[in-house]
């Protein structure tokens, strides 16, 4: 059974950063892509980022490229979000989620429903 824990969430003015952090337990975390994802209260759940098995390829959401990174360190079984210039629309619970379907792949999904094992989120707000 894998499960994630995600961290680093809180309150931050806008312009401001924060790295998240999933932790993974099982060994087939260094084998699979991760992804991130948020959702904001009233809305759908969207995709934000993701990551394959070993880094090489990344995919970001178009609200978010060019100010939010992904990472993995899979000696630590963890990803990571760094997010910057922070905006008040990026308020939401982000989740981190785990894709059992792109084992050793160098491609990654932005379809929620690809993904098997998710986080329990944490809350990130932005004040204006």
């Known amino acids: 059974q894998v499960q994630l824990v995600e961290s680093g969430g809180g309150l931050v003015q806008a312009g401001g950063s924060l790295r998240l952090s999933c932790a993974a337990s099982g060994r087939i975390f260094s084998k699979i892509a991760m992804g991130w994802f948020r959702q904001a209260p009233g809305k759908e759940r969207e995709f934000v980022a993701a990551i394959n098995w070993n880094g090489a390829t990344t995919h970001y959401a178009d609200s978010v490229k060019g100010r939010f990174t992904i990472s993995r360190d899979n000696a630590k079984n963890t990803v990571y979000l760094q997010m910057n210039s922070l905006k008040p629309e990026d308020t939401a619970v982000y989740y981190c989620?785990?894709?059992?379907?792109?084992?050793?792949?160098?491609?990654?999904?932005?379809?929620?429903?690809?993904?098997?094992?998710w986080g329990q989120g944490t809350q990130v707000t932005v004040s204006a």
């Open positions: 989620a785990l894709d059992t379907g792109h084992y050793y792949s160098s491609s990654t999904s932005d379809n929620g429903h690809d993904y098997d094992y």
